[in-house]
């Protein structure tokens, strides 16, 4: 029979004796005995946490630091403290580090299979999974989704919807629509997401049903009585991945409604975002809900986001930029303002600039002016400086941010002035025709090199490292190694070693696989750890992974390894962790988490499912539809 929380709580905070504070372990082993969220779809751990700013802050920063709640069901929660540039970092990541480095690594070309979706050959250098080795695993997943393991059934859900193409949906709707009734509630609210994941008209249809909570979606869920918010949030989420021209209208109205869910309502917007074959009839929507001062502010701060990640979102910039400069614009919205004008704007829109430069020194809310100092870094990452006039503006930008750097009485600006310029200057060097960088952005190296070497706070340090990662700073690499090798603060641990990664600093790969090798290191460090090694190409990692993913007797460890295999591993890793995943014998956790990694080893994209709800997100909006999706590894 499937684990139950508490016995999987006692099993973990066990585990952890010895290895952390007896408070942390004790808080744990509560947190997952009182919360059933605590173990989220697809068996997905989330590492102790106390803050993003902590080893478990890595991994999953939407845990850190939540109060209860106020309320019952859709009732609003006391927010974490998530004016941590980690937790940015967390979100954003994906948009900077390149997955499946061990398909990258291998060199044969696989036979198109009847499930690729793709063109007729995948190119040689394709990351993603061969059809053959994607067609193995396939059925095994259908089988796990009728295991006694809730976790296992959890993962195989997700796992089946992002393995498989949409266009060849039709063998795989009717396993996770029986999973919809399964006498567990995570299975059920794992099958609605894999629904989504899968795609095509097919899977809307079903999610139609259960976001509006009719007669027939609790039918299809096995229940007696009204569905619950969670279930038809994450609906409504699922749904946008479909991008189906049946959905626009029923999310609109659901955003709407004077009696929605909250939560079911902002799950909506951000799902009309998602609708980019059907874009018109979205953004139509999108400008009159942001028009709509009625609505409840977290509900309206999702606009902004939704529409800035639809083609033609620009054509609203002009009324992002009105509502920014209203005082009545509550502080939610704001923040989403930002990061769409950051997302949306080209560098020669001085007036967006200008707006954004206002709001960094201006704004009467702290992480609008942080989120403000990023969103010039996402301007002049994306299109360099296409004329002087743009140009001379770019140089101005990096002059003030740089300022924010080195001026120690804004402590709490710098580690996202370094952000900006680092993104400004991994733009500059991708877009420079000589392959050099300008001036502005060498000094601006030389002086973040400075500014890692002085800095004694180990986030700052943090911030600083992959500042210069992400800039690509030739003459970063053997300081970053330096001082990777020096430090056993497990806060800047992993950010070092993702910074010595992106440097391409191959040196720091013996300390990459020690530090990998460390039992005392949090899951989410050896992520990181295995994640840079992979980047680097060390073609022995992959085997070392699934030695150690055989062998993990805790869930920390399986979580990291798991993760880690699926980020980065190749065809080599399938049956392996297919031959864990079916052998009856071995822990529960174990299994799930070789489930975990099977299906993000075969993702069908690059870039993972729910990447689109985790890049330019408002992330300080506490949501539980969203906080499930982002949780999922």
């Known amino acids: ?38 173990l989220p779809h697809g ?55 390149p997955r499946h480095a061990a398909g990258r690594l291998e060199t044969q070309s696989s036979v ?96 139609r049903e259960i976001v509006v909570d009719s007669g027939e979606g609790r039918r299809l869920c096995g229940a007696t009585g009204p569905l619950d918010e969670l279930l038809r949030g994450l609906a409504a989420l699922a749904l946008g991945l479909t991008d189906q021209r049946e959905n626009v209208e029923l999310l609109a109205g659901l955003a709407r409604a004077p009696t929605a869910d909250r939560e079911i309502a902002a799950a909506s917007v951000l799902a009309l975002g998602h609708h980019a074959s059907h874009a018109p009839f979205a953004l139509a929507e999108l400008a009159r809900l942001l028009e709509d001062g009625s609505l409840d502010r977290d509900v309206r701060a999702q606009v902004p986001i939704a529409l800035q990640r639809l083609p033609g979102g620009r054509a609203l910039l002009g009324t992002l930029l009105r509502l920014l400069a209203e005082k009545a614009t509550s502080d939610e919205v704001s923040r989403s303002l930002v990061i769409a004008l950051g997302a949306l704007a080209q560098p020669d829109e001085a007036e967006v600039v200008e707006a954004l430069l206002r709001a960094a020194d201006d704004h009467t809310d702290s992480v609008t002016r942080h989120l403000a100092l990023l969103s010039m870094g996402r301007v002049y990452e994306r299109g360099g400086a296409p004329d002087e006039a743009s140009a001379v503006l770019r140089k101005r930008v990096q002059e003030k941010l740089l300022a924010e750097v080195r001026d120690p009485e804004r402590r709490t600006n710098r580690a996202y002035a370094a952000l900006a310029l680092g993104i400004i200057g991994r733009g500059d060097r991708a877009l420079a025709k000589d392959g050099k960088a300008s001036a502005m952005t060498g000094l601006v190296g030389a002086k973040l090199i400075e500014e890692l070497e002085g800095a004694r706070d180990p986030s700052l340090r943090g911030a600083f490292a992959l500042a210069l990662g992400l800039m690509g700073e030739p003459e970063a690499g053997p300081k970053l190694k330096t001082t990777l090798e020096g430090t056993s603060n497990p806060i800047e641990q992993g950010h070092l070693a993702l910074a010595c990664a992106l440097a391409g600093e191959r040196s720091a790969i013996p300390t990459l696989r020690e530090r990998l090798g460390d039992r005392s290191l949090h899951p989410a460090v050896r992520i990181d750890c295995a994640r840079a090694l992979g980047l680097l190409e060390d073609r022995g990692f992959e085997g070392e992974l699934l030695a150690r993913m055989a062998t993990a007797d805790d869930l920390p460890q399986a979580a990291a390894y798991a993760k880690a295999l699926g980020l980065l591993g190749g065809r080599a890793a399938v049956e392996p962790l297919l031959e864990l995943a079916q052998k009856q014998s071995l822990p529960e956790f174990r299994r799930a988490f070789a489930v975990v990694a099977l299906g993000l080893l075969a993702e069908k994209s690059e870039l993972p499912w729910n990447a689109g709800y985790l890049i330019d997100a408002n992330f300080t909006t506490l949501l539980r539809p969203l906080t499930e999706v982002f949780d999922i590894l």
Do not use: C
């Not at 106390?50 to 106020?70: E, K």
């Not at 396939?138 to 993962?155: Q, W």
């Open 1 to 38: 029979m499937p684990r139950s929380l508490p016995r999987l709580a006692a099993h973990l905070a066990a585990s952890l004796a010895g290895r952390l504070a007896p408070p942390l372990v004790v808080g744990l082993a509560a947190a997952i005995g009182a919360a059933p969220s605590a």
């Open 112 to 207: 198109p299979g009847y499930l690729s979706g793709r063109s007729d050959r995948m190119p040689a250098d394709s990351p993603l999974l061969p059809s053959e080795a994607r067609n193995r695993l396939l059925p095994f997943l259908i089988t796990a989704l009728r295991d006694e393991s809730t976790e296992v059934v959890d993962a195989a859900a997700i796992a089946l919807g992002r393995s498989v193409a949409t266009g060849m949906a039709g063998p795989f709707l009717a396993p996770l629509q029986k999973t919809l009734a399964h006498a567990e509630r995570t299975p059920r609210q794992a099958a609605v997401l894999g629904l989504g994941i899968l795609g095509g008209p097919e899977a809307a249809a079903l999610l």
């Open 43 to 97: 068996a997905v751990w989330r590492p102790p946490s106390d803050g993003v700013t902590n080893p478990g802050g890595a991994g999953a920063p939407t845990t850190g630091g939540r109060g209860p709640s106020t309320g019952g069901v859709g009732a609003r929660r006391s927010a974490p403290n998530l004016d941590r540039w980690e937790a940015w970092w967390y979100f954003q990541r994906e948009a900077y580090l």
